[in-house]
């Protein structure tokens, strides 16, 4: 019998795979995005009151690929009438909850969108030479069944948790669920937050605001020497740019992840207003003279933790690291901030062998972010850092890394790819001044 193929089926709706469907449906492709959830809510248990992005909002999902997108920031403000309110604001950083219900506006005007279809495998017919995509579809689970050329992952990243507390028999909290617990959580009479990135920050000063009302005591603790600032000066900037990430690419590995270890405070600090703010709140309680119920402490990593079902509370040991002293802490509540790791969805193991790995079980991603063999058919996003560098996860790329992905998947360059923006050098110029010894 024969079958409809897709030249493309993307699989997971987030604001990456978001943003090459707004870029894809003005060119009327063959394509469709399929997402489990039944809407599109981005983090939606980060949603945190006045929590902002961290990219201005010319990130949007289209403007940095084409800036005439009917898809844009500017043109949702213009149509749902908040387009002069914005500019009154004179700021250039979204709320994540603006950013979230920018993203539904624009997910609500696309036709190529598939909500509640979970892909549960994907295989290869080697006769029809096409992938076999099935999962379940629909409130009743409905199996479904599609084929496509090629493919787009974009299934996002999962919590990551400290080595000790891999969830297994206990629950730990992680931030990425943080305000569907937030009411449990403040019924404790302690909480510890782990990790000292944005999410940390947001989560301490979230809890911070209230723990008069709630009376619990509220320890933030890391590993980190300091709670550092996510560095934005502009220079530094342009490491997020196609620039560096050509730079970045042609390095060998060891020298890559030597390089990203070193590059923290580029993606994992705490935006300096949050700090700021954090700081002003803390020397506010203490004029007024209360009793400050909250630690923050640097230096100490987390060495084990057990949950203590009959007391209901959480034995942590941490280590002081410029001592060599280790400690024990009980703590009512717990929230792991303690970041993502990239996602390889168990749906891959079907198309395994048609696919390029690293030694370390990642993929292997060709500069055009393709990790098959033929470097032409599935294309990845959000899980390359190892290859491309730290412009991986950022929202800023993102429109730079779908019309890369679009070119590849039709052959043609239907939105300027930008080759080279920085004012720096990142590599030593090809030029006659500077002579290769
Ligand atoms: C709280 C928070 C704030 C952030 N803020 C910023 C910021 O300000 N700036 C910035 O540059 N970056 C930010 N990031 C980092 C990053 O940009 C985001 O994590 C972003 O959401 C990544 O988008 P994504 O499309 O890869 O995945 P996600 O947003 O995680 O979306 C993946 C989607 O895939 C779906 N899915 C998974 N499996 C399946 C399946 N089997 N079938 C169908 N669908 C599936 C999921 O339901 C989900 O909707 C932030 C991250 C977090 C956690």
């Known amino acids: 019998m024969k079958q409809d193929v897709y030249e493309f089926i993307a699989i997971g709706l987030g604001p990456f795979n978001l943003s090459l469907a707004c ?29 902002t992005l961290q990219n ?21 403000c213009k149509e749902e009438g908040k387009l002069y309110s914005y500019y009154f604001r004179e700021s250039f950083y ?35 030479q096409c992938y076999v995509v099935a999962g379940v579809k629909g409130a009743m689970r409905t199996p479904f069944v599609l084929h496509c050329r090629k493919l787009v992952l974009g299934v996002g990243t999962r919590p990551s948790f400290p080595e000790c507390c891999q969830p297994g028999g206990h629950r730990y909290l992680h931030t990425a669920y943080y305000l569907a617990n937030k009411a449990a ?12 990135g944005q999410s940390a920050a947001e989560v301490y000063y979230d809890l911070l605001q209230e723990i008069d009302e709630h009376d619990y005591s509220l320890i933030w603790i890391t590993r980190s020497p300091r709670f550092f600032q996510m560095e934005t000066t502009k220079l530094t900037l342009e490491m997020f740019s196609p620039d560096y990430i050509d ?26 207003s949050l700090i700021n703010r954090i700081y002003d709140l803390l020397d506010d309680r203490r004029k007024r003279g209360g009793v ?11 060495q084990d933790c057990r949950y203590d079902p009959d007391g209901d509370h959480y034995e942590i040991e941490f280590c002081q690291l410029d001592c060599g002293t280790r400690y024990a802490h009980r703590s009512e509540g717990l929230v792991f901030a303690t970041g993502y790791r990239e996602n390889i969805a168990p749906f891959v193991d079907g198309i395994r062998h048609r696919m390029r790995w690293d030694e370390k079980g990642r993929y292997q991603l060709a500069r055009n972010y393709a990790a098959d ?26 429109c730079y890394r779908n019309s890369y992905i679009l070119r590849e998947l039709t052959g043609v360059e239907h939105y300027k790819i930008e080759r080279r923006i920085a004012l720096q050098d990142f590599a030593i110029p090809a030029t006659a001044d500077f002579v290769r010894l």
């Open 23 to 51: 870029l894809a449906e003005p060119l009327e492709l063959n394509g469709i995005f399929l997402e489990r959830s039944a809407e599109f809510n981005w983090h939606p248990d980060m949603l945190i009151d006045n929590a």
């Open 56 to 76: 201005p909002f010319i990130a949007d999902l289209v403007s940095l690929a084409d800036p005439t997108s009917r898809f844009s920031f500017l043109n949702y």
């Open 94 to 128: 979204l709320t994540r909850t603006e950013y979230n219900d920018y993203c539904r506006w624009a997910a609500m005007r696309l036709s190529n969108l598939r909500f509640e279809h979970e892909v549960q495998s994907l295989s290869y017919d080697e006769e029809a």
């Open 185 to 196: 959580l403040q019924k404790k009479r302690s909480i510890t937050i782990v990790g000292s």
């Open 247 to 272: 730079y970045f690419y042609e390095l060998d590995e060891p020298t890559k992840e030597r390089i990203v270890r070193k590059q923290d405070s580029l993606y994992k600090g705490v935006n300096a």
């Open 292 to 302: 400050l119920r909250t630690h923050l402490i640097t230096n100490c990593e987390l």
């Open 373 to 398: 063999l033929n470097g032409s058919e599935i294309f990845i996003q959000n899980a390359g850092q190892h290859t491309h560098g730290m412009t991986n996860q950022d929202l800023g790329m993102s």
